[in-house]
């Protein structure tokens, strides 16, 4: 059975591990058991570690407002998604039922995480995906940022359902729509962001392992629960700003002001 993965997202060799700002304690992952790829990468984490704004001091005294405007960030990156609106947290899942011959290609790039999370990065129109897309009703043709919540009725880890997916044949997907919100007026410069922050270097995407203690994330969240970040979110777009977890990595060290834009799977 051939790889099912679009192979055109996800190409990006792993060799540079150079994204270590001041503000950052990072150091390499093992590997997985048993890499699964996310596209045509190889699976692999390549850099934890917390975020504690450009001060290492813990203080939670920091302003944060949620329609304070961002400063502008120096990175080539792609536009941000829209965000959706609160009503958008209970949209229904659905079952997408597919079938992948041999030699046929799925034709879907993944944001991969350690735990059960995993985002559609990107869809071939060419693919076993694109296909169905063309056929279905509107409401239940899968998009760029919907999450994968089982394959075949199991649930999981990321990766057993990657495994699932790769054995190809008939499969039942099951979607949930995107839920995302922006957390805006982050002030670096006046304390910590305490975000415990895992990527894979092929990924559109930041995962949140943790939100630490009296940080800014947790004085925002105390603030506005109705948008707080919580572990097993994706930050995928900062200032506006999306593009590989490379660039918002790279967003998140520098800028002095951060609207970080955060999604995860809507209620069934």
């Known amino acids: 059975m051939s790889m099912f993965f ?21 150091e390499p992952l093992l590997p997985f058991a048993g890499d699964a790829d996310t ?10 570690g917390t975020f504690m704004g450009t001060r290492m001091s813990s203080r939670s005294t920091a302003s944060m407002t949620s329609d304070k405007p961002a400063s502008e960030s120096e990175t080539e990156a792609e536009s941000s998604p829209a965000t959706e609106s609160p009503s958008e947290l209970f949209r229904p899942a659905f079952t997408a039922e597919v079938h992948v011959k041999e030699g046929e290609s799925l034709g879907m790039c993944f944001d991969v995480t350690p735990k059960d999370r995993l ?4 869809i071939d129109d060419a693919g076993v995906i694109g ?3 063309a056929a279905a009703p509107e409401d239940q043709r899968l998009m760029e940022g919907d999450f994968v919540w089982s394959v075949n009725g199991e649930t999981g880890l990321a990766r057993t359902k990657l495994d699932a997916m790769r054995a190809g044949g008939c499969l039942e997907l099951e979607i949930r729509r995107a839920h995302t919100f922006v957390v805006g007026g982050v002030e670096t410069e006046k304390g910590d962001l305490g975000l415990d922050l895992t990527f894979l270097l092929q990924s559109k995407a930041v995962y949140v392992e943790q939100v630490l203690s009296d940080s800014l994330v947790d004085t925002h969240n105390s603030r506005h629960p109705e948008r707080a970040v919580s572990a097993n979110d994706l930050i995928v777009a900062v200032n506006g700003q999306s593009g590989s977890s490379r660039d918002i990595v790279r967003l998140m060290s520098s800028a002095k002001v951060l609207e970080l834009t955060v999604t995860r799977p809507s209620e069934a």
């Open 6 to 26: 679009c192979g055109a997202c996800c190409a990006e060799s792993d060799e540079s591990h150079d994204i270590h700002p001041p503000i950052l304690h990072a």
């Open 119 to 122: 985002r559609i990065s990107s």
């Open 39 to 48: 596209c045509s990468g190889d699976g692999t984490f390549g850099v934890f």
């Open 131 to 133: 296909k169905y897309n």
